[in-house]
């Protein structure tokens, strides 16, 4: 099973940008499907944006499309989340998960990263 560790999260102002990683343990990532979540405090998990085996395909929460970002470098079993033009209620943790399959839009994935802390000032 695909390990997870994520990186780049922080503390940054309103507008800034910041940029997440996944390092995933395994040589074959690009047999995963990967994605984005969030958990804000006091509510719940959401999907934020998930990305297809080769890159194909993307799909995204209405709250973050065009200003995030999903990207993979399969040649470094890397994930990617761009995020420019950050708001107060982007802050949350985000967790970085993977699941096998078929390319689908859904929030069942069964391997999880332990998450990274975005905090945007206002």
């Known amino acids: 099973q695909v390990q997870l560790v994520e990186s780049g999260g922080g503390l940054v102002q309103a507008g800034g940008s910041l940029r997440l990683s996944c390092a995933a343990s395994r040589r074959i990532f690009n047999n995963y499907i990967m994605a984005w979540f969030r958990r804000a405090p006091g509510k719940e998990r959401e999907l934020v944006a998930a990305?297809?085996?080769?890159?194909?395909?993307?799909n995204y929460a209405d709250s973050v499309k065009g200003r995030f970002t999903i990207t993979r470098d399969n040649a470094k079993n890397t994930l990617y989340l761009q995020m420019n033009n950050l708001k107060p209620e982007d802050t949350a943790v985000y967790y970085c998960?993977?699941?096998?399959?078929?390319?689908?839009?859904?929030?069942?994935?069964?391997?999880w990263g332990q998450g990274t802390q975005v905090t945007v000032s206002s």
């Open positions: 998960a993977a699941r096998a399959g078929y390319w689908r839009v859904t929030t069942e994935y069964d391997t």
């Open positions: 990305i297809s085996r080769i890159g194909d395909n993307t």
